[in-house]
């Protein structure tokens, strides 16, 4: 390999420094979230009875799951276990998968119901309850295609650790990804009780 | 240990009891949101879902481990972001 300078410190705090920038969209969103909660109160409360407690549990878990395995590749990477490390971030992009495959059913039912912006349903209903449905496609959305993000990101990191580029010596960037994906956890974290458990 | 970083991280052992305790916080938070505890039934929420955020923060993200600048740069965001939470209630509570 040709010698290039690799400067961790510097690229671990460019990933914080982006993370905060992600904090800062999703924060936005929280405080239209509260704005909108104590001044529609009672259609929350009726919106948050809507949605499935089960399915946002089991992603709760299932998204823990994933965090819990991505910690443990990096342990593993110190370890220089390679094939752990790769079975490891297999099973954070399966968790991945199956997170967005629980989001397409609970979605698609909501669909069904008639419940999406703009449908004829929803302009029917009243204002509190458009916006809480509103807020809850657009957060849990924009949290899903970061999460579609975070499994190509971890998808590359599979192939680059098979191909021994992230190797122990150096796995900067198997780090950094699981950084993106903890925060992801994180953003979770907040959103299911704001949305599944406000009954 | 036989960890070769000069970093100091949890063992798999460690992590796991991370997960266990985070699953425990999971549960505990979709049995009290069953109880009716008025107003407080939110906060509750959201201080078991901050605790949840600050184990996967100490423990799986290793903020401390990476340095007082990160430490320090995070704490700044997450006051900005309570300032900017707090304005916007003053203007909406006493408007």
């Given amino acids: ?199 | 240990m036989e960890n070769t970083s000069h970093e100091h991280t949890l063992s798999y052992k460690g992590l796991s009891f991370i997960l266990f305790l985070l699953l425990v916080l999971t549960g505990i938070t979709v049995a009290i949101s069953r109880v009716d505890l008025g107003i407080f039934r939110i906060w509750a929420a959201l201080a078991i879902a901050s605790l949840k955020a600050a184990f996967v923060l100490l423990f799986f993200m290793h903020i401390i481990q990476a340095g007082k600048r990160v430490t320090i740069t995070f704490i700044t965001t997450i006051l900005i972001l309570a300032m900017f939470i707090g304005f916007t209630f003053f203007d909406i509570a006493y408007r």
């Fill in chain 1, 1 to 199: 390999m040709s010698e290039h300078h690799v400067d961790n410190t510097g690229s671990k705090f460019g990933m914080w420094l982006f993370l905060y920038s992600e904090l800062m969209l999703f924060g936005g969103l929280f405080v239209l979230y509260a704005a909108y909660y104590y001044q529609y109160t009672t259609f929350f409360i009726s919106g948050g009875k809507q949605l499935d407690l089960f399915l946002g549990t089991m992603n709760t878990v299932i998204l823990l799951l994933s965090s819990f395995t991505v910690a443990c590749s990096i342990e593993a990477m110190r370890k220089n276990s390679k094939k752990l490390v790769l079975l490891l971030l297999g099973l954070t992009v399966f968790f991945g998968i199956l997170f967005l495959c629980n989001k397409y059913i609970e979605w698609n039912h909501k669909f069904q119901h008639g419940i999406y912006p703009g449908s004829a349903y929803m302009e029917q209903s009243a204002k509190g309850l458009v916006i809480f449905f509103g807020l809850y496609f657009t957060m849990t959305g924009l949290h899903a295609l970061h999460l579609l993000i975070g499994l190509i990101v971890i998808g590359v990191c599979f192939f680059l650790c098979w191909s021994d580029r992230i190797n122990a010596k150096d796995f900067i960037t198997l780090d950094n990804s699981g950084l993106y994906w903890h925060l992801i956890d994180v953003i979770w974290i907040f959103l299911f009780p704001l949305f599944y458990l406000i009954l």
